[in-house]
């Protein structure tokens, strides 16, 4: 293979390499990112220079192969993730999802409009496992705190154990990484705060500074 050859099939490759990692990269993040754009570049790219060499042999078809996954990578696994979820959920029986009234629900795919809300300073979310034998006097507490709140501010609802994987995926890394129950203050996107749900106590005080609670009526 010629020189010319050589360093088209090596650009490929290159090319293609870094794709992939861009994939990787991406691959934890839910929302559209523009790291899958550039890793479908990255193959496009990869692809028409692939094209340019000559003398094809099975080094050449290999890093054209890859570059059309590169390519494809983010619609196919999407695709695979929603199949994933759908099998999840396709045997169970369904049921309505009951919480207390004083709460606001959170549906699935919102999370993200809402944690980046610039319309306040702050929002409060409650994520939960959906343990309610765990969680019932936490709630309690909650729940008396925004009835005895001066400022009027909700607590959204958030149950972990029901949404997709990588909306999970994104809470776990941005506010709850452990996955257990928390109450967290989230400001523009940014986790502000947070608290567990297991530890009564510091659940009150948290309550007390963000609700700004009163005396119990």
């Known amino acids: 293979m010629c020189n010319k050859n050589m360093k088209f099939l090596i650009g490929s490759i290159v090319l293609n390499i870094l794709g992939l990692v861009?994939?990787?990269?991406?691959?934890?993040?839910?929302?559209?990112?523009?790291?899958?754009?550039?890793?479908?570049?990255c193959g496009l790219a990869a692809f028409i220079v692939g094209l340019y060499v000559s003398e094809k042999k099975i080094p050449t078809y290999l890093s054209l192969f890859i570059a059309v996954v590169v390519m494809i990578a983010f619609p196919l696994t999407e695709?695979?993730?929603?199949?994933?979820v759908e099998k999840k959920y396709k045997n169970q029986k369904v049921e309505t999802l009951v919480i207390p009234s004083e709460f606001t629900p959170v549906k699935k795919g919102h999370i993200y409009d809402l944690v980046n809300t610039t319309d306040s300073k702050y929002v409060l979310v409650y994520f939960t496992i959906g343990d309610k034998k765990v969680n019932s006097k936490a709630e309690k507490i909650i729940i008396s705190a925004l009835a005895n709140s001066k400022n009027n501010k909700r607590i959204y609802y958030y149950d972990i154990s029901r949404m997709p994987t990588r909306e999970v995926s994104y809470v776990k890394r941005h506010f709850v990484p452990?996955?257990?129950?928390?109450?967290?203050?989230?400001?523009?996107?940014?986790?502000?705060g947070r608290v567990s749900v297991k530890n009564l106590k510091e659940l009150r005080e948290f309550?007390?500074?963000?609700?700004?609670v009163g005396k119990s009526k």
């Open 22 to 41: 861009l994939i990787f990269l991406a691959l934890p993040i839910e929302k559209l990112s523009v790291l899958w754009f550039i890793s479908f570049l």
């Open 79 to 84: 695709h695979i993730n929603m199949e994933m």
């Open 178 to 192: 452990e996955g257990n129950s928390y109450v967290a203050k989230i400001k523009k996107g940014v986790l502000a």
């Open 207 to 212: 309550l007390k500074r963000n609700l700004k």
